[in-house]
């Protein structure tokens, strides 16, 4: 079996699709289906049943997978080691989110940057569903989560630290001061980011228990946080996220807690090898998070 075919074989398997395969991997349609062929042929058996427009594994095409990626892996590890023992090298591509790419990364990006230059990191912004399943595609090496959740199905990870959340508004708030019940929010203006965003979703989940409530959204946490400082209504964002707002005084916090407590996570596919400049990644991150308390 060739590696280059092994690699294309992989593409299609994940994507479930010869075009966005194709796409991927800078070929033309017809070399892809060509390569899927000519392993098929070489291993006697055929590795994905075409049904119209759609195509799926066959149960050959699910055994093989797990192989597939272990050695394609395995080869980018050689090449790493070859390339030079002594520094590591290779590229990542990461999924992550904007509190953490804005507020905790850039001392760890400025340390690769310097430190690690081979090292070529490759920042993509997603969020929940779109990481995780990016990840068991293996479309991302690594990827940030902020979940509540800590296991998730198909992945392992680390848990970096457990991520303070605040429920911020301007200094002339109504509840500013004042002891904050669940039911004094629902009759408040809410502002908040995307749906998606675990700490929205769960804000949500809590509040809607007592009535129904219509956020205000703004998309980045940036937004939401200018449109609370200007009075517009009350935002539940990471600590880490507001933290020069409430010591110039511009928001303050208010005195609610939320039920739920959610972990900054750094994950990857379940029974993936990480290699060398990926573990270095990890161990890293672990390393400035502890640090940032």
């Known amino acids: 079996m060739e590696l280059r075919l092994l690699v294309t074989f992989e593409k299609v398997a994940t994507a479930l699709s010869f075009t966005r395969a194709a796409a991927e991997l800078k070929y033309a349609q017809s070399s892809v289906t060509g390569q899927i062929r000519a392993l098929e042929s070489d291993l006697g058996t055929e590795l994905f049943d075409?049904?119209?427009?759609?195509?799926?594994?066959?149960?050959?095409?699910?055994?093989?997978?797990?192989?597939?990626r272990r050695m394609i892996e395995l080869a980018e590890e050689a090449r790493t080691?070859?390339?030079?023992?002594?520094?590591?090298?290779?590229?990542?591509?990461?999924?992550?989110?904007?509190?953490?790419t804005s507020y905790r990364l850039p001392p760890l990006l400025e340390l690769f940057h310097h430190r690690y230059p081979r090292v070529r990191l490759s920042?993509?912004?997603?969020?929940?569903?779109?990481?995780?399943?990016?990840?068991r595609q293996g479309t991302y090496d690594l990827g940030f989560l902020m979940e509540e959740q800590t296991e998730h199905a198909g992945l392992e990870g680390v848990v970096l630290a457990e991520e303070p959340l605040?429920?911020?508004?301007?200094?002339?708030?109504?509840l500013a001061g004042k002891p904050v019940t669940t039911a004094?929010?629902?009759?408040?203006?809410?502002?908040?980011?995307?749906?998606?965003?675990?700490?929205r979703d769960l804000f949500e989940r809590e509040l809607t228990a007592l009535a129904p409530v219509d956020f205000m959204e703004f998309g980045?946490?940036?937004?939401?946080?200018?449109?609370?400082?200007?009075?517009?209504?009350s935002a539940?964002?990471?600590?880490?996220?507001?933290?020069?707002?409430?010591?110039?005084?511009?928001?303050?916090?208010?005195?609610?807690?939320?039920?739920?407590?959610?972990?900054?996570?750094l994950a990857w596919r379940a029974g993936k090898r990480l290699p060398a400049h990926a573990r270095l990644f990890v161990e890293r991150a672990r390393q400035l998070v502890a640090e940032q308390g």
């Open 236 to 265: 539940l964002l990471p600590e880490v996220t507001v933290a020069a707002e409430l010591s110039e005084g511009s928001l303050v916090r208010l005195a609610w807690e939320p039920s739920f407590t959610l972990r900054t996570q």
């Open 50 to 68: 075409r049904l119209g427009s759609r195509i799926r594994l066959t149960e050959a095409g699910e055994r093989l997978l797990p192989y597939a």
């Open 184 to 199: 004094d929010l629902v009759r408040q203006p809410l502002l908040a980011t995307e749906p998606g965003c675990a700490y």
């Open 166 to 174: 605040v429920l911020v508004a301007a200094p002339g708030h109504p």
């Open 81 to 100: 080691a070859v390339a030079g023992a002594d520094e590591p090298a290779g590229t990542l591509a990461i999924g992550t989110m904007e509190s953490l």
């Open 123 to 135: 920042l993509r912004t997603t969020i929940g569903d779109e990481t995780r399943q990016a990840l």
């Open 220 to 233: 980045t946490i940036e937004a939401t946080k200018r449109a609370a400082a200007a009075g517009l209504g």
